[in-house]
């Protein structure tokens, strides 16, 4: 994530900047005169561009685009005039910040920033796994799996009418899945969506599958449970 300043008051260049940092740890803040688009981003970065009024055409020398895909550029004007909010918006800015009120027009313009990177996490989250054999490819979604179990250095992985054997252990694959599945054993992981009922030592699945919890993963599972309820 990449933010560029580029305004002639000094006082507000900083003054932008404190408020990036404080709340963006990761963020890599530049002018645009010092931003090389070679060697200071790929073609995937989001650049969120801050002008004041008179840089409102900053966009237009093509020196300052070269190697930039535009589609990653997000324009913010930053006025002391509310006047200028709607021109900003009509020539594709992407927010508009006023200066007697930077703090919190800002505190809005980060929520939207956040909302943005987890829609586009959750678009390019995969929602599947590929199971191969020597016969045929199948595409098996996450949802569809009611549990997996652990066979040795392979795994299986159930469905409501069948199961799956991949060659890979539990554990190198349960980070991939969705937050839903939980391990609650050592040879055991549930998704929470078709857990029908839990006790002190066992799983009950919709199907009404029983499987043991291991002392060790109760508070992972009940941790889990709380936080996608």
Do not use: W
């Not at 580029?6 to 003054?15: G, R, S, V």
């Amino acid at each position: 994530m990449i933010f560029l300043i580029q305004f002639d008051n000094l006082f507000y260049t900083k003054k932008i900047s404190d408020l990036i940092c404080a709340k963006f740890s990761n963020a890599r803040i530049k002018s645009i005169d010092k931003f090389n688009a070679g060697k200071d981003s790929s073609s995937t970065d989001r650049i969120y561009l801050f002008v004041d009024t008179k840089n409102f055409d900053i966009l237009s020398p093509e020196t300052y685009l070269k190697g930039i895909n535009r589609k990653n550029i997000y324009l913010i004007m930053v006025s002391e005039n509310a006047d200028h909010a709607i021109e900003s918006l009509r020539h594709g800015f992407y927010d508009y910040l006023l200066l007697g009120s930077l703090e919190y027009d800002f505190k809005f313009f980060s929520d939207r920033i956040q909302k943005q990177i987890t829609s586009d996490e959750k678009s390019t989250v995969k929602n599947h796994i590929i199971i191969k054999d020597h016969k045929s490819i199948t595409k098996l979604q996450f949802n569809d799996i009611v549990f997996i179990e652990a066979y040795g250095s392979y795994s299986n992985l159930y469905t409501d009418q069948k199961f799956y054997t991949i060659s890979k252990t539990i554990k190198s694959i349960i980070h991939n899945f969705p937050e839903t599945f939980v391990r609650v054993h050592r040879s055991y992981a549930v998704n929470l969506d078709y857990v029908k009922s839990f006790s002190t030592d066992e799983v009950i699945m919709n199907n009404d599958t029983k499987i043991k919890i291991s002392r060790a993963k109760k508070t992972a599972l009940l941790e889990a449970i709380q936080k996608t309820a």
